[in-house]
């Protein structure tokens, strides 16, 4: 059974009485009777959940680094916007990390580089009136290296900004970070076949070493992308006109990116991509781009469920999303498993904005998605408010049973949504999502009804327990 439904302008309705009529007419779900204490509980669960919040930001430190300065323009960089600086980097960063580490200085200027490697205890810094501007031309990111493109593993071009197995790194500054993604081939390969290529190959279980792309092929490289490494810090600069997903740190631990403003574009420029990360805080950040603004992730498929590392522990605090697929997004790659993510005080405003908050998996995925606790959130205008789906397109026709489960948001404001508040879609009858509870917000009465389809013990309450604020 489906249950459509519309809110009340400015009201705070409680569905759990029809909910419990939807679960007990369906012929595969469990049903549980909807009265106040599953509101309650819920609450005081979710309390339970924030209070651990403190322990996790304990170990979440950003590296710090020795006062000592290596300045690229030391090292044959020139801010002409023409020359190519990419051995001037090369050569200050292994003199910065050499010397026991410091700050790699892009003073004032225009950078022209290729890829740009970091090393431990190297921070990037971009001063305020520089640019770095990477080439267009895909030769400028190789040799090939190891990295995920989709969420499955790859030989590929290098990421524009690339570390691996790397400790004690960051990129810091005032500074524009621009990929020139609109003015090179890489957006005219969005729909070629080598992504559905590599995905076969993942499937096959062809050894990772053997799936070479990179020249030749047509997968685009990342913007930045930490991999393997420990103690990881992004502050502060202006990243634009991206090729791809803009930062996506891959199996890190120890990750804060704060304070940094993303405006890109461009197809599938995703703007922060935590996958298969443990410990990651994503902090005071603007966010426009082409698809998701931040979609937490943990490998794709057959690929994603032969390494199996979760994303787990991440936080997302007053970050402002405009335009994007989703604001704040789990999926659709979770192979792994994604849980205890914590989203607050964030903003959300564009009419551009297709879903404010939004989770998505599959058949094709397995995994799951579960304990997301998102609170004392503003939607100013979105498209949707909520959509939790495991009927993500392209993960129909698979056998790999994702779950969804435990999911809190309460305190929330949705002033205007042009279609639906919510959308709650299980795959099925047998195959449901489940324990979701959406407490003490406000929707519109404008847009379309809202849907929830095979899903069991799902609470929309008043319910003021808990004492969440």
């Known amino acids: 059974m489906t249950l459509r439904f519309s809110f009340h302008r400015l009201f705070i309705v409680n569905f759990t009485l029809a909910l419990a009529l939807v679960n007990s007419t369906g012929n595969g779900g469990e049903t549980t009777p909807a009265i106040e204490a599953p509101g309650q509980a819920a609450a005081a669960a979710a309390t339970q959940a924030w209070s651990s919040v403190p322990d996790i930001l304990a170990h979440i430190v950003p590296p710090t680094f020795p006062d000592r300065t290596f300045a690229v ?39 022209l580089t290729g890829a740009i490697h970091l090393k431990s205890n190297v921070d990037l810094d971009v ?119 803009v930062m996506t740190p891959l199996y890190c631990t120890n990750v804060t990116i704060e304070g940094v403003t993303v405006d890109t574009q461009g197809p599938n420029t995703d703007g922060c991509d935590p996958d298969s990360c443990t410990d990651v805080l994503i902090k005071d950040c603007h966010f426009s781009d082409g698809d998701d603004c931040i979609a937490i992730k943990s490998g794709r498929d057959v690929d994603g469920r032969r390494v199996n590392i979760p994303s787990r522990n991440i936080v997302v605090q007053n970050c402002v999303f405009k335009d994007g697929h989703g604001g704040v997004t789990v999926g659709s790659e979770t192979s792994g498993g994604v849980e205890n993510v914590f989203a607050e005080d964030c903003h959300f405003d564009s009419p551009n904005l297709d879903m404010a908050m939004r989770l998505k998996t599959g058949m094709t995925r397995g995994g799951f ?56 879609e299980g795959f099925s009858d047998l195959v449901r999502i489940t324990d979701v509870t959406i407490a003490n917000c406000v929707f519109p009465g404008t847009g379309d009804r809202g849907i929830i389809t095979n899903a069991s013990r799902i609470y929309l309450t008043a319910d003021q327990g808990g004492g969440l604020n």
């Open 127 to 245: 001063s305020k009136d520089a640019t770095v501007r990477f080439s267009t031309d895909p030769k400028s990111y190789l040799p090939v290296v190891f990295t995920r493109y989709e969420c499955t593993e790859v030989m590929n071009y290098s990421p524009f900004i690339y570390a691996l197995g790397q400790e004690n790194i960051a990129i810091t500054g005032e500074g524009t970070l621009d990929g020139q993604g609109s003015k090179a081939v890489w957006y005219s390969w969005k729909r070629l076949s080598d992504p559905r290529e590599l995905v076969a190959m993942g499937d096959r279980g062809v050894p990772v070493p053997e799936r070479v792309f990179g020249e030749g092929h047509h997968l685009r490289p990342y913007f930045i992308q930490p991999t393997r490494c420990k103690n990881v810090l992004i502050k502060g600069v202006h990243i634009v006109d991206s090729p791809m997903w």
């Open 369 to 424: 998605i579960r304990n997301i606790f998102i609170r004392n959130c503003t939607v100013k205008s979105a498209r949707t408010g909520v959509g939790i789906t495991m009927r993500y397109p392209g993960t129909l026709d698979g056998h790999a049973t994702p779950v969804i489960r435990n999911i809190d948001i309460r305190n929330c404001t949705f002033a205007h949504l042009s279609r639906q508040p919510i959308i709650i």
């Open 73 to 111: 323009t030391n090292y044959g960089a020139k801010g002409d916007g023409d020359t190519d600086c990419t051995e001037a980097f090369r050569k200050a960063i292994n003199a910065c990390t050499t010397a026991g580490g410091g700050k790699v200085i892009v003073p004032a200027g225009v950078y």
